[in-house]
């Protein structure tokens, strides 16, 4: 799980792995692993989930982090232009530190759409390049299961 502090990493990961969601505001200290079996095209895949602090995206401590990783989610709140832009410029970090790896984006918080901050033409841009976008909400489920079994069969296709 990359992106910005509070677009919902922790949130999607609680509610993807335990079907809940919470209000409260728990800032990420370092990094939590969680795990989820999923069942997938007749074979079980087991998601060990990261879930790094946002701020420290950039640092050394996350470099090490992310060299293990077989794909990844770029994460960014619909209703803040400047975490899509971060993400972006995260992806392209990223790139130059593990290679090309399989990732989705995902916009987050698609419950408070009146509030949204990116426009088709953003979005349209990065589908033209081939890159898969999903609307999530952790706050109401939408998106969550997709996302990660999308994520799954891209990491099957690309082992
Ligand atoms: P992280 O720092 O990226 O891990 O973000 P958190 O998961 O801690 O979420 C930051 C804040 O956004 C918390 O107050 C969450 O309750 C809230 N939040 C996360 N996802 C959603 C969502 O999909 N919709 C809404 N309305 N709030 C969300």
């Known amino acids: 799980m990359i992106g910005d502090f509070a677009v919902g990493k922790t949130s999607l990961v609680a509610r993807f792995v335990r079907q809940t969601f919470s209000d409260k505001?728990?800032?990420?200290?370092?990094?939590?692993?969680?795990?989820?079996?999923?069942d997938l095209s007749q074979e079980q895949i087991k998601l060990i989930l990261w879930d790094i602090a946002g701020s420290d995206a950039l640092s050394t401590v996350t470099a090490s982090y992310l060299r293990g990783a077989a794909g990844y989610f770029?994460?960014?709140d619909g209703t803040r232009k400047p975490t899509w832009d971060n993400a972006l410029n995260l992806q392209e970090l990223v790139n130059s530190q593990i290679?090309?790896?399989?990732?989705?984006?995902?916009l987050n918080k698609a419950d408070l759409q009146e509030q949204w901050e990116i426009n088709n033409l953003d979005i349209a841009e990065q589908l033209q390049q081939g890159r898969m976008v999903i609307h999530?909400?952790?706050?109401?489920?939408?998106?969550?299961?997709e996302a990660f079994t999308q994520l799954a069969t891209k990491l099957l296709n690309n082992p």
């Open 25 to 38: 505001y728990l800032t990420t200290i370092g990094v939590k692993i969680d795990t989820k079996l999923i």
């Open 74 to 76: 770029l994460v960014v």
């Open 99 to 106: 290679g090309n790896k399989p990732f989705i984006l995902l």
């Open 136 to 145: 999530t909400s952790a706050k109401t489920g939408t998106g969550v299961e």
